[in-house]
């Protein structure tokens, strides 16, 4: 048991925020200095973004750089070596301590059986955070043959700890199709209200925005086809697309073979996060046009800036559980349907400000952090 109300807590990622920025790993930092504040001592394992010393202390959170940094993707699809590499050199780090509690992200996979065994070595309780569950789209992602064996893992992994977190209902929805029969306490990704309140608007408005990675399941390219419809109908519509990832070239190349250059800046991500909150604040529109999300904090915060959401009404897509018909639109999977929504947005974003404001204000991380505490200790207390 932890000494008096401290508990000592690992979170293992592969990728670490903010050298790589991300959903998974915006929750695991934000939980992380949080906790960490609050005087716990907060560990985080995944790979190495810095010269130096394998571990680095930054805001209060210790970093141990397991490995090096390696590429996440070859060929537009996450890499099942570097996956296994990270796995099998997390076992001296991670199994040199002691702690009271390890949060283990459930991808990508194979961290999770290294963590489930030191676990046991270590009698500490582990606990599963799921952020998306892939199912069949593991055919569609890998092929039948080795499609198979990531969702096979996929459900060995949903049996490895009775204590389950899900960021979304989706999520948890997902997780017991795999027939996963534990316990599964949802507690969701957050916002930096204070953040948000504090960032001035940008002086670059735009009438539409995006932001997120390039992969084929956000479907940025059905975004770029809607554009160019309702060019036709808005002439001088503006719109912003920002991210990066292995369909960047191909977005790029689509903008200019419809002629869009004009009205559609494509750009990568900020160092400095309050510069995408401030181009939120001078928008109108949010579309994200995706087929997979888990959760989608970025299109929280654009919610809390004041956009109304369009979003695609997707079985795997989590972000359908903050649109309300006050605060954004579900919509096909059809540029036509897309774009009729996006005009729909158009013409009534000033009326639903306020209602995309006050549906935001539950997700603060600081609101977030507490739930997670409660349930650590929860789970702590469990332990023989």
Not at 215 to 222: A, G, M, N, S, T
Not at 246 to 264: K, N, S, T
Request: charged share 25%.
């Amino acid at each position: 048991m932890p000494d008096g109300n401290r508990m000592k807590i690992a979170f293992v990622y592969d990728v670490i925020y903010p050298y790589v920025k991300g959903g998974v790993e915006k929750r695991v930092w934000e939980l992380a200095v949080r906790l960490a504040k609050r005087g716990h001592e907060v560990h985080i394992f995944g790979m190495k973004y810095w010269d130096g010393d394998d571990i680095l202390i930054r805001d209060s959170v210790i970093l141990h750089g397991v490995c090096p940094a390696r590429p996440l993707y070859a060929g537009g699809k996450r890499t099942l070596g570097e996956a296994i590499n990270f796995s099998l050199r997390l076992i001296p780090h991670l199994g040199k301590y002691r702690f009271d509690i390890i949060d283990c992200q459930q991808f990508p996979f194979f961290s999770c059986l290294t963590a489930k065994s030191l676990a046991i070595i270590k009698r500490t309780p582990l606990v599963i955070t799921w952020h998306e569950v892939w199912g069949n789209y593991w055919y569609t992602y890998l092929g039948r043959g080795a499609g198979m064996f990531g969702k096979w893992v996929e459900r060995l992994v949903a049996r490895l700890t009775p204590h389950v977190l899900a960021v979304s209902a989706t999520t948890s929805e997902n997780l017991r199709k795999t027939g996963c029969t534990q316990t599964v306490t949802i507690i969701p990704n957050g916002i930096d209200l204070a953040e948000i309140a504090a960032t001035q608007p940008s002086d670059v408005p735009s009438d539409i925005i995006f932001a997120g990675r390039l992969i084929r399941e956000k479907h940025v390219d059905l975004l770029v086809e809607a554009i160019g419809l309702l060019v036709l109908h808005y002439p001088q519509l503006n719109a912003i697309i920002i991210g990066d990832g292995p369909e960047r070239d191909q977005i790029r190349l689509l903008i200019r073979a419809r002629g869009l250059e004009d009205h559609i800046t494509l750009r990568g991500f900020f160092e400095d996060h309050r510069k995408l909150i401030a181009l939120f604040k001078s928008s109108k529109v949010f579309v994200l046009p995706s087929t997979r999300e888990g959760f989608g904090i970025t299109a929280l915060e654009a919610q809390a800036c004041g956009l109304p959401i369009v979003t695609v009404d997707h079985p795997a897509n989590a972000v359908r559980e903050i649109v309300e018909g006050k605060t954004g639109f579900l919509c096909a999977l059809s540029a036509q349907d897309l774009a009729g929504n996006i005009r729909s947005a158009l013409e009534k974003y000033g009326t639903m400000r306020e209602a995309c404001t006050a549906a935001s204000q539950r997700y603060d991380w600081n609101l977030i952090a507490d739930h997670a505490e409660e349930y650590y200790r929860a789970v702590v207390g469990t332990r023989a």
